[in-house]
C-alpha cells in the first residue's frame, strides 16, 4: 500500500504537468518530476533533472543545461547532495522558496533566505540568458532569487561574476570532483577583494595563477582574458555592485567559461546550426609564467618562463636559478634603511605584483610620500582601479608574482635604498663621459684640419643639450629608471665606411641594383671576405641628427627574430645613409608568385608556411619587440625568401629612422603601394597597426590566387582580387581562388581558413580587422571560431593595366607611391 500510494501520485504529477512545462515559467504550487524540463524562450537553455556520466550510480541532479545539444551542463542546484533514489520533485512555494524534495519528501534542497512580502506573487522563469529566476509575476518584474548569484563551474556571458556589496554576495565559481562528479572539486576562481579587484584562480586556499589588479581595460597581466574578437570582458564597478563579466560579441554562438575539474580555466564556443562539437578557443591560464609567485620576490618571469631577478637585486640563492627551475627569489644589492634616503625607481612592462592596496584618497604625487612614509611599502603606482580614474595603488611588503610583460606591461615605481639610486645616477654619468672622452679624442683628430672645428663645435653643442635633458630628468623625484635592459648590453652595431659600401656594391653601378622601395634603391654586393650584403641605399635625408639617427638604427637592429631579415650595420657618412642587410639569394615573393613560372615550386604547403613566417614576423613587430613598429609597406617585394623560402620582412622600421612618430596616427606624407594600403591610410593618411593587418591581408590573399590584387581583371565583372574574394566567398566557393597551379585537394579547409582570414584582415573599417595575436592565433588553431568577414576595404580600385608583364626587377619602381596631403 505505502509503495503504490507513491506512484500513483507520481503518474499524477505526470499527466498534470504536461501541459504546463511546455513553457519556461513554474507558477507556484505547480510541481515536476524527472523527465519534464523548462526551456528557455529562445530555445537555447534547459532545466530539469539530469545524470551526469553513465556509470551504474544513477545520482540524479537539478540543473540547468544546452537545449538540443550533448549534455553540457552550465548550473547545478544540489551539487553536494544528490537524490540517491532517482526520484525528485521540484515545487514553488507560495512564499517564492524553490524546494526540491526527494522520495521521502525530505528536502534535498532550496532557495531559503529569499524573503518576499505577501502582495507579491512569485513566479519561476528560465530566461533566454540561462539565468533561472524567481521574480514577481505582477507589473513589478522585481527579481528576488537567480542562479547567476549562485553560479557552479561556469560562467555565461552576462553573468555577473563578483560581489553585491550591499548584502555582502561574493560570488565565484568552484570546479566539479570530476566529469561525472557535480559536488565541489578543489579549484576556485574568484574577483577578489571588492578594493583592488583581481581576478585569482586557486587550489583550496592556495593561489595558483593571479590577474590583476584592473588597470582601466584589462587585469595586469592577463592578456587573453581580454583580448578577444569573439567576447570582451568587462569589470563594472558602481556602489551596489562590482564584478568581472563578460559579452560575446557574437549572437549566433554559445559560449562558457569554465573551470575544469583539473583546474583549468577554459573558454569554449559552439556555432549554432553549424558546430558539431565544444570548440575550446583558449585556456586561460597556459601561461607558465602566471604560475603564481614563480619567480619568488622580486623576481620577474620572461617568457619560456624563465626567472630574473629585478634591477637592483640579486638571486637569494645562486643555486636556485636554473632557467625552468623554482626560484628563492631576490633580494636587494642595498637593504633599504627606512627613513633615510630611500627613494623610487621606474619599472616598465611588468605586470602588477599582488597584493596591492588602494589608497583612494591621495593625488598621484601624494602617493609616493605616502609610500615612503610607510617602511613597509615597497612600491606605489597610479592605476585606474575600478575603470573610473586613476588611484593611488600601494605595496605592503615584499613583491611577489611578477612578470616580464613586454606589450601592454604597467609602470610601477619601486622603492630603492639610497645607495643604488647613487650607483644609477654613476652609472648615468659614467656613460655620458664615456663618450665625452670618445669625443675628446676624436677633437684630436679633428683639430688637424681647421675646417673641422665648425663640426665639432656643433657636435659639442649637442652633446650639451643632450647632458642637460638626462640631468633635468634625474633630478626630479622619484623619476630614476634603469635605462637598459641588461639582457642588451654590449650591443654593437658595426659602422661600414663609405669606401667599403662603394666597392663592395661596385660603385652603385646599375648591374648590382636588385631593388626599389618606397625608400630608395637597393643593391647587391659582397664584402672582401666574400660575404654578400644587400645595400639599401637611403634617398631621403633623415630630420634627426647623426647620433640620433645611428641611436634609431642600433634599436632596430636590436629587433631579431627569423623572419625578419637581419640588419648587419649602417653607413651615416655626409649626404649617405645606409643600411646593410644580410643578403638572400631568392630574392622577393613577387618573384615567385603572380605569373612566374616559379609560382610552380610554391605548392599549398610552402604557401602556409610563408603565410604563417610573415604572421610571425609581423606579430614581432607589432607587440613582441620592444619597439612596436608599424611597417607601412608591407607588400610581397618586402618578403624576402631565404634559401629554404623562409619568409623574412624587410624594410622595417625605415619610418622611424626618417623621424615619423610612430605613436602619431595621422601623417601627411603617404608612403606605401597602391593594392597594398588600407583606405584610412590611403585616403585620410591615418595608420595604425590595423593598416598593416589590411597590407598583411591583402599578401595573404596573393600568396593563395597567384595574383596581384590591383593588376587583377576578371572577364565578368570589374572587381579587384579583394571583391573577387569576396564575391566567391558570399557565393560559398572560396576555393576557386586558389592558383590553379596548386593542386592539393586534401588541404582543402586550410586553404578555406587562410581565405577566411584574409577577408577578416582586409575589412573596411580598421577596428573590425583582427590584430595580429589574433590573426595568427586563427592561422594556427583550427577549432578557432571566425567571425564572418564584413565588406572589405577597396573591392574595385583598380591598376591602370601594364602592358609589360614580364619586367621583375624594373616593374617594382612604378608601383611605389609618395604622395603629400594637401594642405600643410
Ligand atoms: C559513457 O559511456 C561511453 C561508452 O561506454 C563512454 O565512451 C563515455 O566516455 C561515457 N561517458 C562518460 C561521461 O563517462
Ligand atoms: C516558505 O514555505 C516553505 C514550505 O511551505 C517553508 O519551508 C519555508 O520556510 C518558507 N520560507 C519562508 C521564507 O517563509
Ligand atoms: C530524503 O531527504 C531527507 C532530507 O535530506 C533525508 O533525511 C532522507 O534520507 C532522504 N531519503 C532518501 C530515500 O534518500
Ligand atoms: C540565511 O540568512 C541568515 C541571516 O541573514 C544567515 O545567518 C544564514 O547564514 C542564511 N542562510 C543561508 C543558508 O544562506
Ligand atoms: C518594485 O518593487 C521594489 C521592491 O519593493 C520597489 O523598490 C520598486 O519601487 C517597485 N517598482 C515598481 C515599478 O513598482
Ligand atoms: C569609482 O568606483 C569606486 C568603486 O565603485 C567608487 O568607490 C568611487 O567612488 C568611484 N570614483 C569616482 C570618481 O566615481
Ligand atoms: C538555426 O536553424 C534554425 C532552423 O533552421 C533557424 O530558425 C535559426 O535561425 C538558425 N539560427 C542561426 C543562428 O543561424
Ligand atoms: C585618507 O584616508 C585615510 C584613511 O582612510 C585617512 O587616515 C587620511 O586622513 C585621509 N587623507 C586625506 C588627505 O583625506
Not at 587585469?219 to 582574458?225: M, V
Request: glycine fraction near 8%.
Amino acid at each position: 500500500m505505502s509503495t503504490i500510494l507513491p506512484l500513483i501520485l507520481c503518474s499524477l504529477v505526470f499527466l498534470n504537468l504536461q501541459t504546463s512545462l511546455s513553457t519556461d515559467t513554474l507558477k507556484p504550487n505547480e510541481r515536476f518530476v524527472d523527465g519534464f524540463t523548462l526551456i528557455s524562450s529562445n530555445q537555447r537553455f534547459e532545466f530539469g533533472f539530469f545524470s551526469p556520466g553513465n556509470g551504474s550510480a544513477r545520482d540524479i541532479y537539478l540543473g540547468i543545461w544546452y537545449h538540443n545539444l550533448p549534455l553540457t551542463v552550465v548550473w547545478v542546484a544540489n551539487r553536494n547532495n544528490p537524490i540517491r533514489d532517482s526520484f525528485g520533485e521540484v515545487s514553488l512555494k507560495e512564499n517564492g522558496t524553490l524546494i526540491l524534495y526527494n522520495r521521502s519528501s525530505g528536502t534535498v534542497w532550496s532557495t531559503d533566505n529569499i524573503t518576499i512580502t505577501s502582495d507579491f506573487s512569485p513566479v519561476l522563469q528560465l530566461l533566454e540568458s540561462g539565468n533561472l529566476v524567481i521574480r514577481d509575476d505582477g507589473r513589478n518584474k522585481t527579481i528576488f532569487w537567480e542562479s547567476f548569484d549562485f553560479p557552479t563551474d561556469t560562467l555565461l556571458p552576462d553573468l555577473k561574476l563578483g560581489w553585491k556589496l550591499d548584502i555582502g554576495l561574493n560570488g565565484f565559481i568552484r570546479s566539479w570532483k570530476s566529469s561525472e562528479d557535480p559536488s565541489e572539486g578543489e579549484y576556485t576562481f574568484i574577483l577578489e577583494p571588492p578594493e583592488a579587484p583581481q581576478l585569482v584562480l586557486r587550489s583550496g586556499s592556495r593561489k595558483l595563477f593571479r590577474w590583476g589588479p584592473f588597470d582601466g581595460t584589462s587585469f595586469s597581466g592577463g592578456t587573453s582574458l581580454t583580448s578577444s574578437p569573439l567576447f570582451q570582458t568587462l569589470l563594472v564597478s558602481n556602489s551596489e555592485e562590482l564584478y568581472f563579466k563578460y559579452e560575446m560579441l557574437d549572437e549566433s554562438i554559445l559560449s562558457r567559461m569554465v573551470i575544469s575539474p583539473t583546474g583549468l580555466l577554459q573558454y569554449f564556443t559552439w556555432r549554432v546550426n553549424s558546430s558539431t562539437e565544444w570548440n575550446l578557443l583558449v585556456t586561460f591560464n597556459s601561461d607558465p609564467c602566471d604560475n603564481y609567485a614563480k619567480c619568488g620576490h622580486y623576481g620577474s618571469c620572461y617568457s619560456l618562463s624563465s626567472c630574473k631577478c629585478l634591477s637592483g637585486f640579486t638571486p637569494d640563492s645562486p643555486r636556485d636559478w636554473g632557467l625552468f627551475s623554482y626560484s628563492g627569489g631576490c633580494r636587494r644589492k642595498y637593504e633599504l634603511n627606512c627613513g633615510h634616503r630611500d627613494g623610487f625607481v621606474k619599472y616598465n612592462a611588468l605586470k602588477f605584483p599582488d597584493n596591492p592596496v588602494v589608497w583612494e584618497n591621495y593625488t598621484s604625487h601624494e602617493c609616493e610620500t605616502v609610500c615612503l612614509k610607510k617602511c613597509s611599502c615597497m612600491a606605489y603606482a597610479n592605476v585606474n582601479v575600478y575603470g573610473n580614474g586613476s588611484l593611488c595603488v600601494g605595496w605592503i611588503g615584499d613583491l611577489v608574482d611578477l612578470k616580464n610583460f613586454p606589450n601592454g606591461g604597467e609602470q610601477i615605481y619601486i622603492r630603492m635604498a639610497h645607495a643604488e639610486l647613487k650607483s644609477i645616477a654613476s652609472a648615468k654619468r659614467k656613460r655620458v663621459t664615456v663618450k665625452i672622452v670618445s669625443v675628446a679624442t676624436v677633437i684630436g683628430v679633428l683639430l688637424v684640419s681647421a675646417g673641422a672645428i665648425w663640426y665639432l663645435s656643433w657636435i659639442v653643442r649637442q652633446r650639451r643639450k643632450d647632458q642637460i635633458g638626462r640631468s633635468s630628468e634625474a633630478q626630479q623625484s622619484g623619476s630614476f629608471q634603469y635605462v637598459e635592459d641588461n639582457q642588451d648590453s654590449g650591443f654593437q652595431l658595426p659602422l661600414f665606411d663609405l669606401e667599403t659600401i662603394f666597392r663592395a656594391c661596385n660603385n652603385f653601378s646599375d648591374r648590382n641594383k636588385i631593388g626599389q622601395g618606397g625608400f630608395g634603391s637597393v643593391y647587391k654586393g659582397e664584402l672582401s671576405n666574400r660575404q654578400e650584403i644587400a645595400v639599401k641605399r637611403l634617398v631621403e635625408k633623415s630630420m634627426q641628427g647623426v647620433e640620433e639617427l645611428k641611436n634609431e638604427i642600433i634599436l632596430i637592429a636590436k629587433l631579431q627574430h627569423r623572419n625578419l631579415v637581419k640588419l648587419l650595420g649602417c653607413c651615416i657618412e655626409g649626404e649617405e645613409t645606409m643600411l646593410v642587410y644580410e643578403y638572400l639569394p631568392n630574392k622577393s615573393l613577387n618573384n615567385f608568385i603572380y605569373d612566374k613560372p616559379t609560382r610552380k615550386q610554391l605548392t599549398w604547403i610552402k604557401r602556409y608556411h610563408i603565410i604563417k613566417g610573415i604572421a610571425r614576423g609581423l606579430l614581432y613587430l607589432h607587440q613582441d619587440s620592444r619597439l612596436r613598429i608599424i611597417h607601412r609597406d608591407l607588400k610581397t617585394s618586402n618578403i624576402l625568401l631565404d634559401s629554404e623560402l623562409n619568409p623574412k620582412i624587410s624594410d622595417f622600421g625605415i619610418a622611424r629612422i626618417f623621424g615619423t612618430d610612430q605613436i602619431q596616427e595621422m601623417t601627411k606624407r603617404i608612403i606605401g603601394t597602391y593594392g597594398y594600403m588600407s583606405p584610412e591610410y590611403a585616403m585620410n593618411g591615418h595608420y595604425s597597426v590595423k593598416s598593416d593587418v589590411y597590407s598583411f591581408g591583402v599578401i595573404v590573399l596573393e600568396i593563395i590566387s597567384g595574383q596581384k590584387n590591383w593588376a587583377f581583371h576578371h572577364p565578368d565583372h570589374d572587381l579587384n582580387l579583394l571583391g573577387h574574394a569576396r564575391m566567391l566567398w558570399n557565393r560559398r566557393r572560396p576555393s576557386e581562388i586558389l592558383d590553379p597551379t596548386v593542386l592539393e585537394p586534401s588541404y582543402g579547409n586550410q586553404i578555406i581558413r587562410c581565405i577566411h582570414v584574409a577577408l577578416l584582415c582586409v575589412q573596411q573599417y580598421p577596428e573590425d580587422r583582427p590584430k595580429m595575436s589574433t590573426v595568427y592565433a586563427m592561422l594556427s588553431y583550427e577549432n578557432m571560431e571566425l567571425p564572418e568577414p564584413k565588406e572589405p576595404g577597396f573591392c574595385r580600385e583598380s591598376y591602370p593595366k601594364k602592358v609589360d608583364t614580364s619586367a621583375s626587377h624594373s616593374s617594382t619602381v612604378n608601383e611605389v607611391t609618395m604622395t603629400t596631403l594637401g594642405g600643410r
